[in-house]
RNA sequence: GCCCCGGUGGUGUAGCCCGGUCAAACAUGCGGGCCUUUCGAGCCCGCGCCCCGGGUUCAAAUCCCGGCCGGGGCACCA
């Protein structure tokens, strides 16, 4: 094919994409783009192009049309195949099949939050990609400031596997002191580590100046003998701590010869007691635990960046190589508290029903919400390894949410503020038989029996919008004529029993309830908690857990069914 | 103050490493229509983005410099 036919070609396709104007600078670039072996030439082209632009731009569309059939007719044989987005996570680096080994480290000193599903579902997702291993490593080594309960171990365990997860490997940090003494006790032998007795004040300033405390420079032996007194309670807390040696003209002097280990004199720890008096600081413990562990992936936030460059002291100091790491944004999810301190306040507080209120972005509260994990799972893969902090919408979090939801939750009808509407000129019991599901009606049907001089009940939410009709149907019932509306009753009048009426009037249709069991929906919005009262209908056949449509009205998950009242809990529309 | 990261429609992501096929894709959202005994689902049409300024180049979302904005770290917390 000649050069000016090549761009006549993408001139005729640009024009008749863009109502027949076409640009030259984008045929340059497709011209160039598809054929590289003209782009040394393009100094040359580049006139040639912007001559038959013109050319081309002075045509009809229709003419257009001819010529590019006549050179090019396979332009409009291939109709446009949708091109498949791709779904899913990128390859990870340095990953190996079957080799990869990840690892999730929390303190259970609160509940697992959407926060910290990022690194985890990441972990684990990667761990299963490359059929690896992925291990769940509980990182309590602060029984003070940080202390971890009892109760967020068993929580952690049981939201990761509601998340579908397998768990190769459970560890705690505190059963592995005794690891974290003898890999210290040999960097103190190696001469890269010390025992720093320096008041903290002294400490830092002499650090901020880049110098070396008094305790850096002496021999082993006495690093050794420090050593055992801090083991052997000689030393009390605040008195002593082991640094590693790192470069004390850091740049950051946060990096500067940073505390591996430090005295607690009353730990208390949930799980060892008081078994242990010197504890690892966090940096410190998981260098050693990611290198015991085998871990070969990473998966942190970038609040951990910094701590990279502190642990790859101690892996150079023992020679081992350090594992790919992956530091990630923050994720949060719109006017949602993910705070562990903020959430526990509230909830001493009062202001919170408790870990899982509804209105926290905890995994429970997710999950009591009546979010399925599939839903948070695909919302994270989709944010993926991105470094900038991310905000999922609920929106988004919804769409997702509803979709995996909508085929598997049966329908009811729910009035919430019920109004009477008292229906005269119909004198027969009607029963109305409504699908639970819409699209499968082999699920059966619910029924709802209107009986003459009953009212029945439609919803103050509907108020305005029977005020301003004249004829209503009641879903799946008749079709009546509105007499009086109010907000204390409703007159209305039986017009007829055929749907298609109300469809070729165009009257609304909303639903309703003949009697029904007291119902509440509790609607987070915001930092606030709603509770809509009202009916659903009698007969509804829900059960705890399970989540289910409130017809008009939006998905909701089932909180608690007693013989009083059901209390179910807003989801989304 | 010092040290790291980021910045693509309202939101989230793809594209950036390796400049041209980007007149920028996908999802969600919003507007309209069709369908449907729900305001749900589905289908169709439309709206809307490369932070700013310079530079390099025939050609910049992509490379370089500067600015602005945002996030994080600077604990004997994790």
Known sequence: MHVEEVILKYALINALQHNGR????????????????????????IPLVNEIVNQVNSMGVEEQRKRLREIYPEFFESKKEKKGEKKGLPPLPKAERGKVVTRFAPNPDGAFHLGNARAAIL????????????????????????????????????????????IDEIHCASDRLELYY???????????????????????????????????????????EEWRKMLNGE????EAVVRIKTD??????????????????????PRAGNKYRVWPLYNFASAIDDHELGVTHIFRGQEHAENETRQRYVYNYFGWEYPATVHHGRLSIEGVILSKSKTRRGIEEGRYLGWDDPRLGTIRALRRRGIRPEA???????????????????????AINRKLVD????RYFFVADPIPMHIRGYDEEFTARVPLHPDHPERGYRELKFTPGKPVYVSRDDLELLGKSEYIRLKDLFNVKLLKVSDKGIEAEFDSIDYERAKEHRWHMIHWVPEGKPCEVLIPEGDE?????????????????????????????????RVDKIVAIFAHK
Not at 376 to 397: A, Q
Not at 551 to 556: A, H, I, Q, S, T
């Open 22 to 45: 076409a640009n030259s600078k984008a045929v340059i670039g497709k011209v160039l783009g598809e054929n590289p072996e003209l782009r040394p030439k393009a100094r040359e082209i």
């Open 123 to 166: 972990s684990h997702e990667y761990a299963r990609i490359y059929g690896g291993k992925f291990i769940l490593r509980f990182d309590d080594t602060d029984p003070k400031v940080k202390r971890p309960e009892p109760i967020f171990y068993d929580w952690i365990i049981e939201d990761l596997r509601w998340l579908g997860f397998q």
């Open 182 to 224: 003898r890999y210290a006790e040999e960097l103190l032998r190696m001469g890269k580590a010390y025992v720093c007795t320096c008041r903290p004040e002294d400490f830092k300033k002499l650090r901020d100046e880049g110098k070396a405390c008094p305790h850096r420079e002496l021999p082993p032996e006495v690093q050794l």
């Open 235 to 238: 030393y009390r807390e605040g």
């Open 248 to 269: 004390l003209s850091h740049p950051n002097p946060a990096v500067r010869d940073w505390p591996a280990l430090r005295i607690i004199d009353n730990p208390d720890h």
């Open 376 to 398: 948070i799972k695909e919302v994270i893969i989709e944010v993926g390894l991105k470094r900038s902090d991310t905000t999922i919408s609920w929106d988004n979090l919804a």
């Open 407 to 410: 085929p598997v939750a049966n």
């Open 529 to 561: 908690l709603v509770t809509r009262k009202g009916l659903l209908e009698k007969h509804a056949d829900v059960k705890v857990d399970e989540v289910v449509q409130f017809e008009r009205f939006g998905f909701v998950r089932i909180d608690e069914v």
